[in-house]
């Protein structure tokens, strides 16, 4: 045999073999784990409860201060509430996410709403839900200036704006609650 045929034998032979270890077994992928609810057992407790107990946490539904005078407002921080109503039904707005955007200028001083822009982030704005009558509360969070984002930035959403079609600018001072009162939004 001649060595340009003993090469083309021995890379055939080479390739065949990696043909033959790839396939071998399957690599047949497995499902993900089903999550566990860690149940804790009661039996050798002294007190009268149930068979078991879930350590899973319980909702708590929202419940709006019924005395504003009791919310308190942390040194440096700023507490915002208000009430979301539907221009479209006159109805309020209920169990519907509420962000506040925050505005930023384009020139340190100058708050000229016409030479600012809003930003959402869906992750460090502060959020809040309406609870049934339309009211929400933003607790303790960073003074700014900022719009109001009511729904779900993904799918159904809208801004609260003026009769002019701007938003509606809004500032959160310092050490302060600020009512913004009735919101009218097309949602």
Not at 108 to 121: I, R, S, V
Not at 146 to 152: H, L, S, Y
């Amino acid at each position: 045999m001649r060595t340009g045929q003993r090469l083309l034998l021995l890379l055939t032979l080479v390739i065949s073999l990696l043909v033959l270890m790839g396939c071998g077994e399957e690599n047949t992928p497995t499902s993900p784990p089903t999550p566990r609810v860690i149940v804790l057992s009661t039996e050798d407790s002294p007190v009268a409860t149930p068979d078991a107990v879930s350590i899973l946490p319980t909702p708590v539904p929202f419940q709006f201060p019924s005395d504003l005078g009791s919310v308190q407002v942390h040194p440096g921080k700023a507490v915002v509430i208000g009430r979301l109503i539907s221009t479209i039904d006159q109805q309020p707005i209920t169990d519907t996410p509420v962000r506040m955007a925050k505005i930023f200028y384009a020139e340190e001083g100058n708050k000229d709403p016409n030479q600012g822009a809003w930003a959402l982030d869906n992750a460090q704005s502060p959020f809040a839900y309406t609870n049934e009558s339309g009211y929400f509360i933003f607790e303790n969070v960073e003074p700014t200036d900022f719009v109001i984002f009511v729904g779900d930035m993904l799918s159904r959403y809208n801004v609260e704006t003026s009769d002019n079609e701007r938003p509606v600018p809004h500032t959160a001072p310092p050490d302060k609650l600020t009512d913004l009162g009735d919101i009218w939004v097309k949602y």
